[in-house]
């Protein structure tokens, strides 16, 4: 079996007006995404995704990837994985053992090409193994416990809110640290009151603060939210920060959760030396596709870090999310998203199978969803960016 064709469709899903509101990214006006197409000569379709301006990873899908796995079999997805992020010296660095990896390949919107050229190699490998990836994977579990992510009602419009995510069946939920009426750690605290009183005890409550505040007010904040029982603080301070994150770590009992915005084994490598988190959230689409996830997975659990797969963005992600918190034995739960998404909700044939907050497993070979027939016109990409302030 060899890989004949790699190509990268660029995607939109606008917001409709009535829809939009503003947070502390701005105000979304669409979701873009990269659907990565991988062809075999034996007639299969491997399905891919990537995050990131659309025009520059569909060009470094075709410029700089696709070049680099035609002709290559995708049962070999380990050395493809390798070939993409060693670029030239791929070779001598598979002879010897050790990274020797290309300047521009490492992280970033390249990072985000490479994990949805591997996503769509593992379908199509999954695809010829006749059984679904996270079986290619290894399985651990056939069904996986969700989380409800949302919340970002303003002041006690959040018990509603959560109450609402509560009555779905989910025993997990996930708000904002900054709501739609912004932030202060006064009106913090009265949202997360009220989404306690919502959900009541035994319901299980997260905060992410998307990186938004400074150190200072995310251990002053943590403290205050320790009466409220929360599950993690996500992303209190900058993803950048590690050694700031590690310090409001140790400042709360609240246990620490990041990972959304880091690329490769070896961003989760400082921050596991940091002793920064207590649940790792890698990308699949963003941290190098199911290949270098699995190698993330594996090293938190040698911490005791759980993982809890970031999935917000395309069906795709999704779907790869699925199969890798089906394969990762230290992976709990799995992000299911309460937002305005079509390209992740009504972008595949197949319903996902999501009954009383827990996710179960596709039983199909691959992905095991089926792109809709009219998915590429009806999420034709629309030039622009995602956030206006
Ligand atoms: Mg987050």
């Given at each position: 079996m060899k890989i004949t064709s790699v190509r990268a469709i660029p995607m939109s899903d606008p917001v409709p007006p009535e829809r939009q509101h503003r947070t502390d990214l701005g105000t979304k006006v669409k979701s873009d995404a990269v659907l990565v197409l991988v062809e075999t000569d034996n007639g299969l379709t491997g399905v891919g995704a990537s995050l990131g301006s659309p025009p520059v990873?569909?060009?470094?899908?075709?410029?700089?990837?696709a070049p680099d796995i035609e002709g290559e079999n995708p049962m070999f997805s380990e050395r493809i994985?390798?070939?993409?992020?060693?670029?030239?010296?791929?070779?001598p660095s598979l002879d010897r053992g050790h990274s020797q990896p290309d300047e521009n390949r490492r992280n970033g919107m390249v990072m985000e090409a490479i994990a949805g050229v591997d996503i769509a190699v593992w379908d199509v490998k999954s695809q010829a193994m006749g059984v679904p990836i996270y079986q290619a994977l290894g399985a651990t579990r056939d069904?996986?416990?969700?989380?409800?992510?949302?919340?970002?009602?303003?002041?006690?419009?959040?018990?509603e809110e959560m109450a609402g995510y509560a009555a779905k069946g989910f025993d997990a939920v996930k708000m904002r640290v900054v709501g739609?009426?912004?932030?202060?750690?006064?009106?913090?605290?009265?949202?997360?009151?009220?989404?306690?009183?919502?959900?009541?005890?035994?319901v299980e409550l997260m905060v992410d603060a998307h990186g938004s505040l400074d150190v200072s007010t995310a251990i002053r904040l943590a403290?205050?939210?320790?009466?409220?029982?929360?599950?993690?603080?996500e992303e209190p301070i900058s993803p950048d920060d590690h050694a700031g994150l590690a310090e409001v770590r140790r400042s709360t009992i609240i246990p620490i959760a990041t990972g959304e915005r880091e690329f490769t084994r070896f961003?989760?490598?400082?921050?596991?030396?940091?002793?920064?988190?207590?649940?790792?959230?890698?990308?699949?689409?963003?941290?190098?596709?199911?290949?270098?996830?699995?190698?993330?997975?594996?090293?938190?659990?040698?911490r005791g870090i759980r993982l809890a797969p970031h999935a917000w963005g395309t069906g795709?992600?999704?779907?790869?999310?699925?199969?890798?918190?089906?394969?990762?034995?230290?992976?709990?739960?799995?992000e299911v998203s309460q937002g305005y998404m079509p390209m992740m909700n009504e972008l595949f044939v197949e319903?996902?199978?999501i009954r009383d907050g827990v996710v179960y497993a596709p039983d199909r070979p691959g992905l095991g969803f089926t792109l809709k027939e009219d998915a590429l016109d009806r999420f034709e990409y629309i030039p622009g960016p995602e956030f206006v302030f």
């Open positions: 990873l569909c060009a470094i899908v075709e410029h700089e990837l994985y390798e070939k993409m992020y060693n670029g030239s010296r791929w070779k069904s996986v416990r969700g989380y409800a992510s949302g919340g970002w009602a303003p002041g006690d419009e959040a018990e739609r009426d912004g932030f202060s750690i006064e009106n913090t605290l009265r949202r997360v009151a009220a989404a306690r009183r919502g959900i009541g005890p035994n403290r205050l939210l320790e009466e409220y029982d929360i599950a993690w603080f961003n989760f490598e400082s921050l596991f030396s940091h002793r920064a988190l207590d649940i790792a959230q890698p990308d699949v689409a963003r941290a190098g596709g199911l290949t270098e996830i699995r190698r993330i997975a594996a090293m938190a659990s040698a795709v992600l999704f779907a790869a999310s699925i199969h890798m918190a089906m394969s990762a034995p230290n992976c709990h739960i799995l319903p996902y199978d």
